[in-house]
């Protein structure tokens, strides 16, 4: 069965750490691009971060960049989110997500979502 | 940053024909998708490239595109599609990501 499952969400306070692991199973992990995109209490879906297939490449949303890094270990068929100098406003369901790229950069979708892992930044 | 608009809600009677409509400057160079997401539930994609459909997505979900705006159609809406519906494409660069605000789609 293709998978994902996130895990590592909880209670942080501003200011703090947090990284979300997402495993993957049921297909070859490393042929995918992978996504986080989180969505906080009551509103609609934000894209956060995306990686390449092999790890090269990343990019970040603006409201992140500089304080969470996007990462992947092909070898454990797991993506992660470290996310820093956490906010209130980073509260929220947090999902990750499989894409297929192919060679002329074209996005294919995001096909599978896990269930998502909860985040929430309060003191 | 780069946005794309969708209306917030959309009514529509069952057996009746749904539209969803998403506006964004670089839709004419980047695809766009779309996703369907009930109370509770992650995200499902019902459309990508446009207007291709994944298997296991029916028939009745279509996608169109013209100039800077695409269109998710939903012929003869069933119960179960009353959901939230998000667009999602790429800024003209292919390199940010970004969703619409979200079209709520309920019975009259």
């Known amino acids: 069965e293709v998978q994902l499952v996130e895990s590592g969400g909880g209670l942080v306070q501003p200011g703090g750490s947090l990284r979300l692991s997402c495993a993957a199973s049921g297909f070859t992990f490393s042929n995918y691009w992978m996504h986080w995109v989180r969505q906080a209490p009551g509103k609609g879906l934000v894209w956060v971060s995306r990686i390449n297939s092999d790890g090269s490449s990343t990019s970040y949303a603006d409201s992140v960049k500089g304080r969470f890094t996007i990462s992947r270990d092909n070898a454990k068929n797991t993506v992660y989110l470290q996310m820093n100098s956490l906010r209130a406003e980073d509260t929220a369901v947090y999902y990750c997500?499989?894409?297929?790229?192919?060679?002329?950069?074209?996005?294919?979708?995001?096909?599978?979502w896990g269930q998502g892992t909860t985040v929430t930044v309060s003191s | 940053s780069y946005e794309l608009t969708q209306p917030p809600s959309v009514s529509v009677s069952p057996g009746q024909t749904a539209r969803i409509t998403c506006s964004g400057d670089a839709l004419p160079k980047q695809y766009a998708y779309w996703y369907q997401q009930k109370p509770g539930q992650a995200p499902v994609l019902v459309i990508y490239k446009d207007s291709e459909r994944p298997s296991g997505i029916p028939e009745r979900f279509s996608g169109s595109s013209s100039g800077t705006t695409v269109t998710l159609t939903i012929s003869g809406v069933q119960a179960e599609d009353e959901a939230d519906y998000y667009c999602q494409s790429a800024d003209s660069s292919g390199t940010y990501l970004v969703f619409g605000g979200g079209t709520k789609l309920y019975f009259l």
């Open positions: 997500a499989r894409d297929y790229v192919d060679t002329a950069l074209h996005y294919y979708g995001m096909d599978v």
